[in-house]
């Protein structure tokens, strides 16, 4: 994962840089790490260069290198990235989520806080992965995020979108296994079901946003209760 932080003081690019060796330490991975002290370097860089994530502070000498100026700017040129703001004035929160924020930090910054968002991070970008299927003859590609359940059937199974139906020679086991665990949750021994699309809980059924009833089986509603409520706590 392609990282950058934008932060005008230098002892900040300190803390954050052992803060990130340590999150992939614990989790093997190896971060790509970059620092800005100006909003508008960062903006020049990203024309040559790819991030997927960046850590944004607000506040900055120069009245023309207003953060949320220029996070409004990035997401309109590079609407793909991800971004969380770092600030220590939460009066400008409400300014953060018009410029369509992810997430949203309080300086000073703390380890377990950004452990979490790196890995809701994480999990969000690889939702905008996309997979390949074939219908009716035809190539397409579907975003993760656009999947609303799969279904069991013999010889394969069904992966459904908000409007059409792919056979896939995959097994549900199979899907269970590739798709995000902490986004797509097995209900049911026929059903694999995306967590962002559920509209409705009762009574052992889930209401999907598009209307459709998928049943969870007894031994796994506790589960999915849980599941849905870690879930939607994160507001994906």
């Known amino acids: 994962m392609k990282i950058a932080l934008c932060d005008d003081q230098k002892s900040i690019w300190e803390e954050f840089g052992g803060f990130i060796k340590k999150f992939d330490e614990t989790r093997r991975l190896q971060s790509d790490l970059c620092y800005f002290s100006k909003p508008s370097d960062l903006f020049s860089y990203l024309q040559e260069e790819t991030v997927d994530l960046i850590f944004m ?19 309109q040129y590079f609407p793909h990235i991800l971004f969380i703001i770092l600030t220590a004035y939460e009066n400008r929160y409400k300014e953060g989520f018009e410029a369509r924020a992810f997430r949203f930090m309080t300086k000073p910054v703390e380890e ?28 397409h590609k579907i975003l993760l995020k ?10 394969g199974s069904e992966l459904w979108t908000g409007t059409n139906m792919y056979c896939c020679e995959e097994s549900l086991l199979q899907w269970e296994k590739r798709l995000p665990e902490t986004v797509f949750f097995r209900c049911h021994s026929k059903y694999l ?23 969870v089986s007894r031994r796994r509603w506790k589960a999915f209760q849980l599941a849905y409520m870690k879930f939607d706590t994160k507001d994906y």
């Not at 502070?57 to 997401?75: M, R, S, V």
């Open 112 to 139: 377990k806080e950004l452990f979490e968002y790196l890995t809701a991070g994480m999990e969000e970008l690889r939702l905008t992965e996309s997979i390949s299927l074939m219908r009716r003859g035809i190539p």
């Open 193 to 215: 079901v995306n967590l962002a699309h559920v509209a409705k809980l009762e009574h052992q059924t889930i209401t999907l946003a598009n209307g459709k009833k998928i049943p």
């Open 57 to 75: 502070d607000l506040e900055f000498p120069e009245a023309a290198e207003d953060g949320i100026y220029w996070l409004k700017k990035i997401n």
């Open 146 to 155: 656009d999947i609303c359940y799969l279904s069991a059937q013999s010889g």
